[in-house]
């Protein structure tokens, strides 16, 4: 299995940084993994919803570009169906069997994601209907992905 991870923004506090890489060197036993960041467009105070638009739609090109005719794409938006984490883990399981060996999980800015990306996504997700910085999002879409590996694989894992 290939996860891909396609996010806006670096993530600029360490101890994110540190969490994603523990939960992608977990994860590394059942799937390779790779994460690719592109940058995120400044909002300036005020913004108009016109100016908002633009702004997602430029960082949802540089999400799109990054994007690979074989990949399965999953959105993580607050429209999107939502799991519990052992119905999540028989979801990747199913795609599995399908024939979807790479999935791509797309993880917007701040401003959410572009109409354009969401209509090229296969699906979309929500983790919760909370909010979250997206460098945290990242953070417990590693855990999560771990996780579902473990419940799949029936191993001991914290509930």
Known sequence: MNY??????KIKEKFYRDAVNEYC?????????????VADEKTPDGASTT???QIRLREADRLLSKIKDPMYVIALDLKGKE????AFSK???KMMIQGNSHLAFVIGGSLGLHP???????ESICFSKMTFPHQLMRVILCEQLYRANRIRMNEPYHK
């Not at 060197?25 to 960041?37: C, T």
């Not at 799991?83 to 052992?86: E, L, Q, R, T």
């Open 83 to 86: 799991y519990d984490s052992v």
């Open 116 to 122: 354009a990306l969401l209509s090229r996504a296969d």
């Open 91 to 93: 979801h990747l399981e």
């Open 25 to 37: 060197k977990r994860l590394s036993r059942y799937a390779n993994v790779q994460i690719f960041e």
């Open 4 to 9: 891909t991870i396609l996010c806006v923004g």
């Open 51 to 53: 100016e908002e638009e």
